[in-house]
C-alpha cells in the first residue's frame, strides 16, 4: 500500500492582481512548487465574480514542510493583508512522494 | 431619428444583469474578444501610420503625451481639495481618468464610420500613448506626500509597459505599421468582423457595469459627480489638443473621447500594485459604472456636437 507522508497545505485566496507576488514569495520561503486555479465568491471585500479583469481572483495551493507553511502565512499575514483580499489557510495533509514537497 | 445599435448592446446587458438574469458571457469569450478588438484597433492604426511622415507625427504625439500628463494634474486637485478624499484614492482615480479606454475609443470609431466622417486614421497611435502617461502621473502623485523610495519601479514598469492591452496595440500597432503592404488578406478577419466583436463586448460590459452597480452605495455622491462632470472637463481638453494639432472634425472627436474615457483595464492593475492603499471599488465605480456608460450614451454624441459647431 502507498505510503502518506505527513506535509502541510497551504492555500491562499488572493485577488488575481498579486498572483505572481505571491508565488514568488512562496518560492523564496521554501516552497517547492504551487498549483493556482480562478475562482469567484463572496467574502468582506464584497462580490469578487471573476468576470473581469480587476474582479479576478485565484486560489492558490502550495503543499511544504510545517516551518515553511509558517514562513508564508507569516509573510502574507505581514505584508497583503492591510490592503489586498487575501484569505490563507493551513491544512495538514498526508501526501504521496512525500520527498518532492 | 435612427438609433446606434452599438450602446443598446450596453444597455442589454446592463438590464439583463439588473434584473438578475442568468446570461452570462464565458470568461474566456470576454478574453478572446478584447484581444481582438485591441489587435484590430493596433492593426490598423498601424497600417496608416506607414501612410503618414514621421515629422507630421511627432509634434502630435507630443502634445498628445502631454494630454495624458495634463488630465491627472487636473483631476487630481479636484479629488483631494474639493472632494476630501485621501491622497491615495484621489491619486488612483486621477490615475484612471488620464489614462484610457480602448472599447470607448471604438465605440467612437464606429460613430464615425457610421457617419461616414473622415478621421486621422492612425489615431489609434493617440490610444496607446494614452494608456501609459496618466497611471504614472497617478501614482507619482499618490507618492509624492511621502512613500517614493517604496514604489518597486522594476515590477511597475514591467505591469505597465507589458500589460495585455500596450502590448496587443503596440504590437498591433507595429505588425500593421511593418506590413502594411501585405494586410489586405487580414481585412476580413480583422476589420469586417470588428462590429460584431464590439457588440459582444459592450453586452460584456454592460453586465460587468451593472454587476458593480452596489459599489455606487460606498463611493458617494462626489464621486458620482465627479465621474461626470471630469470627462466633460477632459473632452474639452481634449478638444484643445486637437485644434493645436489641427486634426479633422473626426480626429478631434477621436481624442476628446480618449481624453474623456477612464481605464478600467490596464489601471486597475497597476494600481493595485502601485497603490494597494487606495480602494479599488472607488475608481471602478467611477470609471466604469458611470463614465464608461456615459461617455457611450451621451458623452460621444455631445463632444460630436461641440466639435461639429467649432470646426465650422
Known amino acids: 500500500m502507498a505510503q502518506l507522508t505527513p506535509r502541510h497545505l497551504v492555500v491562499l485566496i488572493a485577488e488575481e492582481a498579486i498572483e505572481s507576488r505571491l508565488t514568488e514569495d512562496a518560492m523564496r520561503l521554501g516552497a517547492h512548487g504551487y498549483s493556482v486555479c480562478e475562482v469567484r465568491g463572496q467574502g468582506s471585500r464584497g462580490v469578487r465574480s471573476g468576470e473581469w479583469e480587476a474582479a479576478k481572483t485565484v486560489r492558490i495551493e502550495i503543499l511544504c514542510h510545517e516551518p515553511v507553511a509558517q514562513a508564508i502565512i507569516d509573510h502574507v499575514a505581514a505584508h497583503y493583508f492591510r490592503h489586498y483580499a487575501v484569505v490563507a489557510y493551513v491544512l495538514e495533509v498526508g501526501v504521496l512522494r512525500g520527498e518532492k514537497f | ?312
Open chain 2, 1 to 312: 431619428m435612427t438609433i446606434d445599435p452599438i450602446p443598446l448592446f450596453f444597455l442589454l446587458g446592463f438590464f439583463a444583469r439588473l434584473a438578475r438574469s442568468d446570461l452570462k458571457i464565458p470568461g474566456q469569450l470576454y478574453e478572446a474578444l478584447s484581444l481582438f478588438l485591441l489587435l484590430a484597433i493596433g492593426l490598423k492604426g498601424g497600417m496608416e501610420l506607414a501612410k503618414v511622415p514621421l515629422g507630421v507625427i511627432a509634434p502630435k504625439a507630443a502634445i498628445t503625451l502631454a494630454l495624458g500628463v495634463t488630465i491627472p494634474l487636473v483631476a487630481f486637485p479636484i479629488l483631494f481639495f474639493l472632494g476630501r478624499l485621501p491622497r491615495a484614492d484621489a491619486a488612483s482615480i486621477a490615475g484612471h481618468y488620464g489614462s484610457v479606454s480602448a472599447v470607448t475609443f471604438a465605440v467612437a470609431l464606429d460613430f464615425l464610420r457610421d457617419r461616414q466622417m473622415a478621421f486621422e486614421a492612425y489615431a489609434p497611435l493617440f490610444l496607446v500613448l494614452l494608456e501609459i502617461p496618466g497611471i504614472m502621473v497617478g501614482i507619482l502623485l499618490a507618492r509624492l506626500g511621502g512613500g517614493l523610495g517604496t514604489i518597486r519601479w522594476g515590477e511597475l514598469l514591467h505591469e505597465v509597459f507589458l500589460g495585455k492591452s500596450v502590448v496587443l496595440l503596440v504590437g498591433g500597432l507595429l505588425i500593421g505599421w511593418l506590413a502594411h503592404a501585405k494586410m489586405a488578406s487580414l481585412e476580413p478577419f480583422y476589420f469586417v468582423g470588428f462590429k460584431g466583436a464590439l457588440t459582444l463586448f459592450l453586452l460584456e460590459m454592460g453586465l460587468v457595469a451593472a454587476g458593480q452597480i452596489s459599489s455606487l452605495k460606498t463611493s458617494g455622491p462626489f464621486l458620482a459627480a465627479f465621474a461626470i462632470v471630469m470627462p466633460l472637463i477632459s473632452s474639452l481638453l481634449g478638444i484643445g489638443a486637437a485644434a493645436l494639432m489641427e486634426l479633422s472634425a473626426g480626429g478631434a472627436l477621436l481624442l476628446a473621447t480618449l481624453a474623456a474615457s477612464a481605464s478600467y483595464i490596464a489601471a486597475p492593475a497597476a494600481m493595485r500594485i502601485a497603490i494597494p492603499e487606495a480602494n479599488p471599488a472607488l475608481s471602478i465605480c467611477a470609471a466604469l459604472v458611470i463614465t464608461f456608460p456615459f461617455n457611450l450614451l451621451i458623452g460621444i454624441p455631445l463632444y460630436h456636437y461641440v466639435i461639429t459647431v467649432l470646426w465650422k
